[in-house]
């Protein structure tokens, strides 16, 4: 099933095929835990949060453009879903130090790297939520203003308005 189109298998997922949604499925699991990881910094959350995109994308399947890209809809369907679990929850800060990149086998650039990446994460993690998002959608999905204002539903001003001051925030925690 690898060969046919993401068109092809929402078409077939439509009609209740099985192994088109696992194919779906499989070709976005990863993107969206990422999306999900990115914005909880806490790997069950993340995982919770991606089956639960998921649920909610097949039970709106119906309703998916098929003229849209497939990817940015599901990954934007995951920050919206991080953003809901934001408003009910405060997210714990947990640091993934396997998956921080050793630069060249050298000890000290390695722990320079996983210090000032350890910085990074806890400053976007204590954004507040709604600043969170926008800097996952802009500068980790690399949605343009307008599409993020149509996806969280404010206006244009707003998403820039939020972008400045979570980069204002970063920039203050980050010196």
């Not at 119906?62 to 679990?85: H, Q, S, T």
């Not at 939020?162 to 980069?167: C, D, G, S, V, Y």
């Amino acid at each position: 099933m690898n060969a046919l189109t993401d068109r092809d298998l929402i078409l077939r997922a439509r009609g209740g095929n099985a192994e088109a949604i696992g194919e779906l499925t499989t070709r976005y699991q990863t993107s969206v835990f990422n999306v999900c990881y990115r914005m909880t910094h806490e790997r069950r959350e993340a995982e919770d949060l991606a089956q639960e995109t998921f649920l909610r994308v097949y039970s709106r399947l119906d309703l998916f453009d098929l003229e849209r890209d497939f990817g940015p809809w599901v990954r934007r369907v995951a920050a919206n879903i991080c953003l809901n679990y934001f408003e009910t929850q405060k997210p714990t800060v947990e640091i993934d130090d396997e998956r921080l990149a050793d630069e060249n086998n050298q000890p000290e650039a390695a722990y320079e790297t996983r210090e000032r990446s350890e910085l990074i994460r806890k400053a976007i993690a204590a954004l507040p939520a709604n600043y969170r998002v926008v800097v996952e959608l802009r500068h980790f999905q690399e949605l343009s203003y307008d599409e993020i204002a149509v996806e969280l539903n404010i206006p244009v001003s707003d998403v820039k308005s939020h972008l400045f001051r979570a980069r204002k925030i970063l920039a203050e925690k980050l010196k």
